[in-house]
């Protein structure tokens, strides 16, 4: 199979990457030259475990190549997928259909013999409606399907999760469009991929539904943390406890800071709106966004409350800038309102993080960078755990005891045993376990 990838943002470049694993001849696509330039140069602009290699090994078989130019890609494709942003739209958490529609125009105009043209970004129900009409308004001869295929990557696992994946939801009520995907995704066949074909419609509502559900089982679990930190509960436990019925299961069932990244508050927000627009209230997911924005302002007010309640003039350590490990990605990390609220409380900050400072900084600006964690908590007067990255869990307590100026230590992912922690003599708190857990 030809395919052409448009966009090589995160979802772009891992499934071009992965498709051209699979033995097809991929061509990602994307106007940012610069871009296109590193990747020419085999560097990779985002940070996802492997995808260096795996992009560099099909590179060098000449199964993947990179270009601005859409046109040759397009014209020799039999698949078209779109993987470009769509953010959320400044004034009304909508999604920002225009770069993809603006894929669709391109696409319409450069497209020769049967394509199918999918949706692999995150859209609204209905966008692929509106991709097939600007396609045929644009190119009336144009012999195309549009079909949905959503993707379900975790930043940090996300080849993994392309070549062992749950299922995967094909969206079209084309057969020929049907045949296309089934043989481009047939390598998956000896892993047992189970391919889920639905209506486009369907497909596109599917993405958004597992996100919503995703993000209310993450903010259940941490209400369920504050009220166990007062009733005396351990939320850890509680978690296992529940999640070991196979109907609820275990996973997203971490208590912490809230969920942040590009996907859970951008797709919960446009799900919203969504269903406002089609007078319909989502008073669970509603409360879901809401309740996640407050928790992650009161991050702050918890390291103060730890402190002793004044932080003005006072020196805080944060370890873990990205919303979670194993990526570089800052988009509404737990960190941001965190660190804003110390800042805005009086204290200086200083941080950590293996491989998202370059990011931070540019949502960070008035803070100092440490490339040690001990250096960080280096003289410190409290220290706060926000990302659960590996290294930190290793950590000498005596020596990080040692850096610190007073022995405060927030933990806000539970990477630490509350009785290790009393016995290295730190003040310690961390999240949905009760005061006489904490040392």
């Avoid at 047992?192 to 074909?197: K, S, T």
């Avoid at 919503?212 to 005396?232: H, Q, R």
């Avoid at 997911?285 to 918890?302: F, G, I, P, S, T």
């Amino acid at each position: 199979m030809h395919i052409a990838m448009i966009g090589t943002g995160y979802v772009g470049l891992v499934s071009g990457a992965c498709f051209a694993d699979f033995g097809h001849q991929v061509t990602c696509v994307d106007k940012d030259e610069s871009k296109i330039a590193a990747l020419l140069r085999g560097e990779i602009p985002i940070f996802e475990p492997g995808l260096d290699v795996l992009v560099a090994t099909n590179t060098k078989a000449g199964r993947l190549k990179f270009t601005t130019d859409l046109t040759g890609p397009v014209a020799e494709a039999d698949a078209v997928f779109i993987a470009v942003g769509t953010p959320s739209r400044r004034g009304d958490g909508h999604a920002d259909l225009s770069y993809v529609y603006a894929a669709s125009r391109e696409i319409a105009a450069a497209v020769k013999g049967f394509t199918v043209v999918i949706t692999k970004s995150t859209v609204p129900v209905g966008t692929g409606d509106e991709v097939e009409r600007i396609i045929r308004e644009t190119n009336p001869a144009a012999d195309v399907a549009v079909a949905s295929n959503p993707e379900f990557l975790r930043e940090g696992a996300a080849i993994r999760d392309f070549k062992f994946p749950d299922r995967i939801v094909i969206g079209t009520s084309d057969e020929r469009a049907r045949k296309v995907l089934a043989d481009i995704y047939r390598p998956l066949s000896l892993n047992q991929g189970p391919l889920m074909f639905t209506g486009r419609r369907t497909a596109e509502m599917i993405k958004y539904a597992a996100n919503a559900f995703l993000a209310t089982k993450i903010t259940f679990i941490n209400e369920m943390a504050d009220l166990s930190e007062k009733v005396g509960a351990n939320v850890q436990e509680v978690a296992r406890g529940i999640g070991l019925d196979n109907r609820i299961g275990t996973k997203f069932l971490h208590a912490g800071p809230g969920f942040g990244g590009s996907c859970f508050p951008k797709d919960t927000k446009a799900l919203v709106k969504i269903a406002l627009d089609h007078d319909v209230h989502l008073r669970i997911v509603e409360a879901v966004l809401a309740v996640n924005d407050n928790r992650k302002r009161a991050m702050a007010r918890k390291v103060s409350s730890a402190y002793g309640g004044n932080l003005r003039g006072k020196t805080v350590a944060v370890l873990g800038l990205t919303f979670k490990p194993d990526t570089d990605d800052m988009r509404d990390a737990p960190s941001i309102p965190l660190v804003t609220g110390l800042l805005d409380m009086g204290a200086k900050v200083r941080a950590h993080d293996p491989v998202g400072m370059e990011m931070a900084r540019r949502e960070l600006p008035d803070i100092e960078y440490c490339d040690d964690p001990y250096l960080c908590a280096r003289g410190a007067d409290a220290l706060v755990v926000v990302t659960e990255w590996a290294q930190y869990r290793g950590l000498d307590l005596e020596r990080l005891k040692r850096e610190l100026a007073h022995p405060v230590v927030v933990d806000l992912r539970n990477v630490y045993r509350p009785e290790d922690m009393a016995a290295h003599g730190f003040i310690y708190d961390s999240i949905g376990r009760p005061p006489e857990a904490q040392g």
